[in-house]
């Protein structure tokens, strides 16, 4: 018997919009307090044992993952922080032993899904023991361009800033004196925004997590309101059925308009991230070799990008002990990239960790998720397309 085994009433492939009963979820979640509602449930009824999720730190800049077990705890975790690029599956796999003994539920962007999937595939997750909760992405900034970008270009001190939003294509903050809505189009094009692997990604709807929920084709008396949900899973129905027949959640049918927009959006969003996977890898120029030598001539050997890439799994013990690499050589020989490039070039998930995280401002996510682009181009005549890719 499986975690979740009463008969659903809405099925795997439903789309509802749905809204929380919670009035403390709803003054602090991003739209219907969908996500934070379903969890809450999750808890309430020990379908799980925690939860993995994101809380507001510091300032709006600072994401923190945290688990939490209480469900009392769950309101404070509601909304969504735009500059937390952190990838919750690699926080499964180093603190919670991969959910190998204890039942989890996480939400989780494209990213973290495919990470997981890649972490299930080297037995270091067991997906069995996951109720995974998909938010929708149309990506992230790093918490330094942000600061950076509202300083220059909305000239606004990022300390008085208290809340962020994208909405119908613009990044818009709340500070103390007033609002202001740049578009993303306009910002990236003066090199602000998004992060750069955010900006090539083509997984914005997590449709292999049990639910994805977004905000997207919410229109109407709802729009702002309410949570789309498109329901993905056999678990993921049953959690919904659940939550609305305890009367935690409420859900009515989506307006056919909004179906079609989110459907448009969605579009439009995978050939924005076509744009920009043209744009960047031409960065690669005619000697691609030569760029990432005369890129990667600047690390420090640090190991960051090892052990923060959730599907190179080598650690930097191992790594010690190669043959390829000669210890102690600063910076490493080209092996040293070169290694790494290998043996993700079939699974890298372009999650942006290794670049994100890279001291010395290495663009290694273009260069391996370039590779990741090509390999798939090669193998997809012969075994089709990659169940995920990103
Ligand atoms: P809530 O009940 O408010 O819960 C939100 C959940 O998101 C909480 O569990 C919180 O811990 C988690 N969370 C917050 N920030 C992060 C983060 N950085 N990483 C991982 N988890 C986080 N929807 C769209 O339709 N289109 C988009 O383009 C889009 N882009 C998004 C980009 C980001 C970075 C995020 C986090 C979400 C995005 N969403 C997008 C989803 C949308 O903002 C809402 O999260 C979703 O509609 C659920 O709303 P809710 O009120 O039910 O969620
Ligand atoms: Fe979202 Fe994709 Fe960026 Fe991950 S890589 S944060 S799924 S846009
Ligand atoms: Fe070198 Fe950057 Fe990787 Fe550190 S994170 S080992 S500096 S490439």
Not at 26 to 43: D, F, I, N, Q, S
Not at 380 to 385: C, D, I, S
């Amino acid at each position: 018997m499986g975690l979740f085994s009463s008969k659903p009433d809405i099925k795997k492939g439903d789309m509802v919009y749905a809204w929380t009963n919670d009035q403390d979820i709803a003054k602090k979640a991003e739209c219907g307090g969908a996500v934070t509602t379903l969890l809450k449930y999750a808890l309430e009824n020990k379908l799980v044992d925690g939860v993995i999720v994101v809380k507001k730190g510091q300032d709006i800049y600072d994401a923190v993952p945290t688990l939490v077990t209480d469900p009392k705890g769950l309101k404070d975790t509601a909304g969504s922080l735009h500059c937390g690029t952190g990838l919750l599956a690699n926080v499964l796999k180093k603190r919670f032993n991969g959910a190998k003994n204890m039942k989890i539920g996480m939400t989780v962007k494209g990213c973290d899904l495919m990470a997981l999937q890649e972490l299930a595939r080297r037995k270091e997750v067991n997906l069995d023991n996951l109720l995974l909760i998909g938010v929708n992405c149309g990506g992230t900034v790093s918490p330094m361009m942000a600061r950076y970008m509202i300083t220059t270009k909305y000239g606004v001190d990022p300390d008085k800033v208290f809340k962020e939003e994208i909405d119908k294509g613009q990044f818009i903050i709340e500070y103390e004196g007033g609002h202001k809505g740049i578009k993303i189009d306009e910002l990236e094009d003066e090199g602000f925004g998004r992060r750069s692997n955010c900006r090539r990604c083509l997984y914005k709807v997590p449709r292999q997590a049990d639910l994805a929920c977004g905000n997207w084709g919410v229109i109407g008396e709802k729009a702002g309101k309410a949570t789309f949900v498109e329901v993905c899973s056999d678990k993921g129905a049953d959690l919904m059925s659940k939550a609305v027949k305890a009367k935690a959640l409420e859900v009515s049918a989506p307006e056919p308009k909004g179906i079609e927009i989110r459907g448009k959006t969605e579009n439009a969003m995978l050939k924005l991230g076509e744009k920009w996977r043209k744009r960047d890898f031409s960065r690669l120029g005619k000697d691609p070799w030569t760029t990432i030598n005369n890129e990667t001539s600047r690390c420090i050997k640090c190991y960051s990008c090892i052990e923060n890439c959730p599907v190179c799994i080598p650690t930097a013990e191992t790594l010690k002990k190669s043959y390829a690499i000669e210890p102690g050589q600063i910076p490493p020989n080209p092996m040293f990239h070169l290694r790494r490039f290998a043996h993700i070039s079939d699974s890298c998930v372009n999650c942006g960790q290794c670049e994100e995280l890279c001291p010395m401002e290495i663009p290694l996510a273009l260069f391996s998720h370039a590779i990741r682009v090509e390999a798939d181009a090669a193998f997809e005549p012969k075994l089709g397309k990659p169940a995920y890719s990103n």
